[in-house]
T-cell receptor, first 114, second 114 residues
Framework: KAGVTQTPRYLIKTRGQQVTLSCSPISGHRSVSWYQQTPGQGLQFLFEYFSETQRNKGNFPGRFSGRQFSNSRSEMNVSTLELGDSALYLC?????????????FGSGTRLTVV | GENVEQHPSTLSVQEGDSAVIKCTYSDSASNYFPWYKQELGKRPQLIIDIRSNVGEKKDQRIAVTLNKTAKHFSLHITETQPEDSAVYFCAASSLTGGGNKLTFGTGTQLKVEL
């Protein structure tokens, strides 16, 4: 069974540009969450989508947005990129609530802003 | 919101020794506490978790303890092996708004030396 697929694996962008990252969850998983991972900061929650609706949002500026499609695939968009946005962006899918079903993480998209 | 603190940030042990990583959380409503292991360049993977109605859980060489009164939980690894070398993250779950959201600690780099 296929795992969580994130594309692309690596991205280099210039300050001020915008970027879109994609996440395909495990088949049947309707919950998709996004996390930003930076050295020393751990994983910080960006947002969660369930059945095309944003259910939870972290403390990130409005430049970070996302959406989920009817097939549960999710995209994350960052506009007006800043150097501090350089990070590993991880997506995780779940069959239901995390305490009962857990998360499966994708391998991430490594974004470098220059 | 929830805040999770994790200590130490780095831990070096000799092969065969035990390793202990400690986390504290702030939200008394948190009821689910997973631990993830992330090897270099790989995705985080769940290694063990505990729910608030349980004080201790063990899986072979790994155990987790939870003290709800003090709001802290710990990961114990016995008989450490070189393949245990990785970054370990603790997390707490807050089901605010009915959605999935994990608040992670900042990670512990465990190095098991031969």
């Amino acid at each position: 069974k296929a795992g969580v697929t994130q594309t692309p694996r690596y991205l280099i962008k210039t300050r001020g540009q915008q970027v879109t990252l994609s996440c395909s969850p495990i088949s049947g998983h309707r919950s998709v969450s996004w996390y930003q991972q930076t050295p020393g900061q751990g994983l910080q929650f960006l947002f969660e989508y369930f059945s095309e609706t944003q259910r939870n949002k972290g403390n990130f500026p409005g430049r970070f947005s996302g959406r989920q499609f009817s097939n549960s695939r999710s995209e994350m968009n960052v506009s007006t990129l800043e150097l501090g946005d350089s990070a590993l962006y991880l997506c995780a899918s779940s069959l239901g609530t995390v305490p009962n079903y857990g998360y499966t993480f994708g391998s991430g998209t490594r974004l470098t802003v220059v | 919101g929830e805040n999770v603190e994790q200590h130490p940030s780095t831990l070096s042990v000799q092969e065969g020794d035990s390793a202990v990583i400690k986390c504290t959380y702030s939200d008394s409503a948190s009821n689910y506490f997973p631990w993830y292991k992330q090897e270099l360049g790989k995705r985080p993977q769940l290694i063990i978790d505990i729910r608030s109605n349980v004080g201790e859980k063990k899986d072979q060489r790994i155990a987790v303890t939870l003290n709800k009164t003090a709001k802290h939980f710990s990961l114990h690894i016995t008989e450490t092996q070189p393949e245990d070398s990785a970054v370990y993250f603790c997390a707490a779950s807050s089901l605010t708004g009915g959605g999935n959201k994990l608040t992670f600690g900042t990670g512990t780099q465990l190095k098991v030396e031969l």
